[in-house]
């Protein structure tokens, strides 16, 4: 079974854009249309990640009818993106991701699964346009690695972050790290 799994992933790792083109169908025929009548009327087609952590508030923006939502199935799409993480899974075990931010393994794990990503929806394109990513985080680094595949391809990102936010002092604190950290936010 291991041998399998390290082929599949070897595989993966070779960012060929017929073995790309594989994982799109798969990844099409396992999405998750939050609308029904999807192509019918709706306008803007909007992929939204880790929508298990801001569901109530993708509930709402659904309530417009320009809008079509677009999850993936996010157990397949981490197997998509496991030998990517292979890169850094030993220092993982060891530290925090934050803590490895600034070693090379991590710079390479960024490069590799962001330019993954690029082709990755490049060709999903070819069967749908998505017109804006969402997520509810910008910091995870599977978040950063969309940021960059989606300004790669000129696409809008926005992140829906409200963590922490209720409390005034710990909204004001996180609103200066970010902007050391040179990421713009818009505080509603």
Do not use: G
Request: aromatic fraction near 18%.
């Amino acid at each position: 079974m291991n041998i399998i799994k390290k082929t599949i992933k070897n595989i993966i790792k070779l960012n060929n854009p017929i073995i790309i083109t594989f994982l799109v169908l798969i990844i099409i025929l396992t999405s998750k249309y939050l609308k029904k009548n999807y192509y019918k009327s709706r306008k803007i087609n909007i992929l939204v990640l880790n929508l298990d952590r801001f569901h109530e508030d993708v509930e709402i923006l659904n309530e417009n009818s320009e809008f079509n939502f677009i999850k993936f199935n996010q157990k397949i799409f981490y197997y998509f993106a496991a030998p990517f993480i292979d890169e850094i899974r030993t220092k993982l075990k060891k530290q925090k991701w934050w803590e490895i931010q600034e070693t090379h393994e991590y710079r390479i794990f960024i490069s590799k699964y962001s330019s993954f990503l690029t082709k990755f929806l490049k060709i999903y394109f070819y069967f749908n346009k998505i017109h804006l990513i969402i997520t509810p985080s910008f910091y995870y680094f599977q978040d950063t690695c969309w940021d960059i595949a989606a300004k790669n391809l000129k696409i809008p990102f926005f992140c829906f972050f409200k963590e922490s936010t209720r409390d005034k002092i710990n909204l004001e604190n996180a609103t200066k790290l970010y902007k050391k950290k040179n990421i713009n936010l818009m505080v509603i």
